[in-house]
Nanobody, 120 residues
Framework: QVHIVESGGGLVQPGGSLRLSCAASGSIFSINAMGWYRQAPGKQREYVACTGSTGSTNYADYVKGRFTISRDNAKTTVYLQMNSLKPEDTAVYYC??????????????WGQGTQVTVSS
């Protein structure tokens, strides 16, 4: 019911920056929080960041100080500004929506993912 389209992934050098976008459509009134997970080859999908409907934010420890999550005024699009990228940030990044605020669990919808590759 909620359709998600991610964009902004690509190839960058270590220390570079990238901005991911996630646009939601459909049953948008059921959305409270939106955020990002990522999954590297051979690894389990891991949490990255979340932003609630009031603008609150939450980050995994390994991205604090480097990544910034934000949301537009319509609260249907979320962004992930990634700075000081490291090779270990290489992964497929997935956007999600949730019916409750960050920290309360429950994931309603997932995007198809966008590839981020950090390499020289």
């Amino acid at each position: 019911q909620v359709h998600i389209v991610e964009s902004g992934g690509g190839l960058v050098q270590p220390g570079g920056s990238l901005r991911l976008s996630c646009a939601a459509s459909g049953s948008i009134f059921s959305i409270n929080a939106m955020g990002w997970y990522r999954q590297a080859p051979g690894k389990q999908r891991e949490y990255v960041a979340c932003t609630g409907s009031t603008g609150s934010t939450n980050y995994a420890d390994y991205v604090k100080g480097r990544f910034t999550i934000s949301r537009d005024n319509a609260k249907t699009t979320v962004y992930l500004q990634m700075n000081s990228l490291k090779p270990e940030d290489t992964a497929v990044y997935y956007c999600y929506t949730a019916p409750r605020d960050c920290g309360y669990g429950g994931r309603s919808s997932w995007g198809q993912g966008t590839q981020v590759t950090v390499s020289s």
